[in-house]
């Protein structure tokens, strides 16, 4: 089985702050994939990533992909209040038929 | 249908009654998973499909647990005897697979069970 440890559990900060969220495994994966949850919905994915040492950006968040693709790391800066939600890393195998979910990480932007 | 439907959106039952979810994924989407969300976070993987065809089915309690997908029918995923630990939000998400795999999931908006 691939773990995924998402740090931190729980977030709480000020809007105008910038945070980093991590997701690290002991495992190789093929891509890994960044999801957003709002209470109540599924998560919507934000990003995937392929490439060791791949890095995204949409908007103020910033992704990037270890370069030996065990890990990940989401930031974001200059949090605003609607950032706020539960961010989800997941792995692909290297079969590519395998969605594991990391623990998830609760962001709270507070005004 | 474009989205992933999930029925029924709230279900609650007596510690050892049965419990039936369902889930109508993407048209077209050959992969359907299964997740348990306890304590709003953890997403805990159950069972996933590839068609018809039970794919990986490490996560299932198999003693109560059991899924289904048949052709032109919501997937279900059955719960019998259901225990009070049961009591999650339980997410199907489909996918289709692209060059090297699996590419977006996409969740269908969850059965919350509780079990009383």
């Known amino acids: 089985t691939q773990l995924l440890e998402q740090s931190p559990q729980f977030l709480s900060i000020q809007e105008g702050e910038n945070l980093t969220v991590y997701c690290n495994s002991s495992s190789v994966f093929s891509s890994l994939q960044w999801y957003r949850q709002e209470p109540g919905e599924g998560p919507v994915l934000l990003v995937t990533v392929v490439t060791g040492g791949e890095v995204k950006k949409l908007k103020r968040l910033t992704f990037q992909f270890g370069d030996a693709r065990k890990d990940s790391s989401l930031h974001i800066t200059a949090a605003q209040t609607g950032d706020t939600g539960l961010y989800l890393c997941?792995?692909?195998?290297?079969?590519?038929?395998?969605?594991?979910f990391g623990g998830g990480t609760r962001l709270m932007v507070k005004p | 249908g474009e989205e992933v439907a999930q029925t029924p959106k709230h279900l609650v039952r007596g510690e050892g009654q049965k419990a039936k979810l369902y889930c109508a994924p993407i048209?077209?989407?050959?992969?359907v998973f299964w997740y348990q969300q306890v304590l709003k976070n953890e997403f805990k993987f159950l069972i996933s499909?590839?068609?018809?065809?039970?794919?990986?089915e490490t996560g299932m309690p198999k003693e109560r647990f059991s899924a289904k997908c048949l052709p032109n029918s919501p997937c279900s995923l059955e719960i019998q005897a259901t225990k009070l630990e049961d009591s999650a939000v339980y997410f199907c998400a489909s996918s289709q697979w692209g060059e090297v795999g699996v590419t977006e999931a996409f969740f269908g908006q969850g059965t919350r069970l509780t079990v009383v």
């Open positions: 499909f590839q068609n018809e065809n039970v794919f990986d």
């Open positions: 048209k077209g989407h050959s992969y």
């Open positions: 997941a792995g692909i195998n290297n079969a590519g038929n395998m969605l594991t």
